[in-house]
T-cell receptor, first 114, second 114 residues
């Protein structure tokens, strides 16, 4: 069974600064997928970035990038040049290749301050 | 851009009543999911559906729950006899195919059981 842990319930950052959100996971499989989703106050889940475990290169999407450490089972999200619109709950999630379900972490509430 | 839609956005019901939550997945998607999020808790997987049958379900998805794709466009979640603890946000998601493909989430239905 998969587990995903986000140990930071809340974080805050000043506008234009950089922030890193932590995520660790556990899985018995060698290949799997990892995701970060954003949930703004509207409560809709929006994909931010995704990573395949067999790829060593860290995924990047504009201001968002990940630090994927497979041996440590760590998948952190870095947000550069933070914007007010980045204020949201961020969920880390995993999916094993043998299954279809996403397993989510507890979430980190990020607040970007002006 | 195509998106997953859900109706209603909010539903209030009495304990013991049946509710049907509706979703319209993205039109060329083949895999469909229901998740729920009890207030302040993790997003939890309920069920996945492919080729007109359940492909995976969680321990939460007991006999009170059922899913259906009645007409090739809608995807419904039925709760036969609601309990207080069924109060949650219910998210539908769809995916074009398996693998790294993203699960796209709808805006959710907030269910309140009184």
């Amino acid at each position: 069974a998969q587990t995903v842990t986000q140990s930071q319930p809340e974080m805050s950052v000043q506008e234009a600064e950089t922030v890193t959100l932590s995520c660790t996971y556990d899985t018995s499989e060698n290949n799997y997928y990892l995701f970060w989703y954003k949930q703004p106050p509207s409560r809709q889940m929006i994909l931010v970035i995704r990573q395949e475990a067999y790829k060593q290169q860290n995924a990047t999407e504009n201001r968002f990038s990940v630090n994927f450490q497979k041996a440590a089972k760590s998948f952190s999200l870095k947000i550069s040049d933070s914007q007010l619109g980045d204020t949201a709950m961020y969920f880390c999630a995993s999916r094993e290749t043998s299954g279809s379900r996403l397993t989510f972490g507890e979430g980190t509430q990020l607040t970007v301050n002006p | 851009e195509p998106e997953v839609t859900q109706t209603p956005s909010h539903q209030v019901t009495q304990m013991g009543q049946e509710v049907i939550l509706r979703c319209v997945p993205i039109s060329n998607h083949l895999y469909f999911y229901w998740y729920r999020q009890i207030l302040g808790q993790k997003v939890e997987f309920l069920v996945s559906f492919y080729n007109n049958e359940i492909s995976e379900k969680s321990e939460i998805f007991d006999d009170q729950f059922s899913v259906e794709r009645p007409d090739g466009s809608n995807f419904t979640l039925k709760i036969r006899s609601t309990k207080l603890e069924d109060s949650a946000m219910y998210f539908c998601a769809s995916q074009t195919r398996t693998g790294l493909e993203t699960q796209y989430f709808g805006p959710g239905t907030r269910l309140l059981v009184l």
